[in-house]
Every structure is written in C-alpha cells, then in structure tokens.
C-alpha cells in the first residue's frame, strides 16, 4: 500500500484493490474529469451492491411489513421506515460522486461521459451503458486527462 496509497488521484488507478476504489469513489465526490478504471468502477458496484443487501436484510430482520390478523390490515414495520430513511439518505450521499465515476468510466473508455444518458432509452438503454462500462481501457482516452 506505499505505492498506490500516495499516488495522485488524476490518473486512472488500474489494478485498483477493493478498499482503493471505495476510498477514491468518495474522495473523488464530484470530479467529472479524467478517467476511473474498470477495477476503480466495478468494485465501487460491488461496494454499493452490498449495501443495498445489507439494508435489505436489516429491513427483514425487522419486519418490512406487519400484518394485523384480527382486523386483517398491513401496517409497514419498523424495517420498512429503516430502509427508507438510511437507503435514501445513502442514495441522496451516493447520486453525485456515483454519476461521476461513470463518467470518468466512460472516459477511460473514449467515450463522452455524455452517453451515460443512454440509459434513458427505455428496455435497452440500461444493458448499452453496462455494456460500454464493461469495455475494455482505450487509450486514446487519455484526452480526458486533467494535467498534473
């Protein structure tokens, strides 16, 4: 960890460790620019993927809903309100450095982080961006870097 641990956060981190990419998703916030590696984006996806489980079991363990069996009425439990409240404040913490490290993972790539809008187009817009995500670094996508 001497090496990587003091290396300038402009480049993309290739090779970047789990803990790396997590620590550079949230000390890049809000950087559009430059590039993130495939290790860098995919391993921050896994990171808030296991957030998403965890929040998920939490809301299980106590009682997403309750249903009332006198009076056959569905009340939502404690686990729901939980999720909701810690899943959309970590979704409102997340939004802004999450569209910025698909961005620069669209740059790594050589394309304009403008395609990630992509997405929007409906039943396939999704797979075309996990697609262009999952390709491989081109460096002609160098042009994206910011100077030291």
Known sequence: MSNTASAPLY?????????QAIARFFKKYATFSGRASRSEYWWWFLFNFI??????????ILGFVQVDAATNTVTFGPGYWFVSI?????????LVPHLAVIWRRLHDTNKSGGFFFLAFIPFVGGIILIVLLALDTNPAGARFDQAA
Not at 86 to 94: C, P
């Open 51 to 60: 957030v998403g489980i965890v929040l998920y079991v939490i809301a299980l």
């Open 11 to 19: 480049p993309p981190l290739y090779g970047a460790s789990f803990g």
């Open 86 to 94: 810690v899943g959309g404040l970590w979704g409102l913490a997340i």
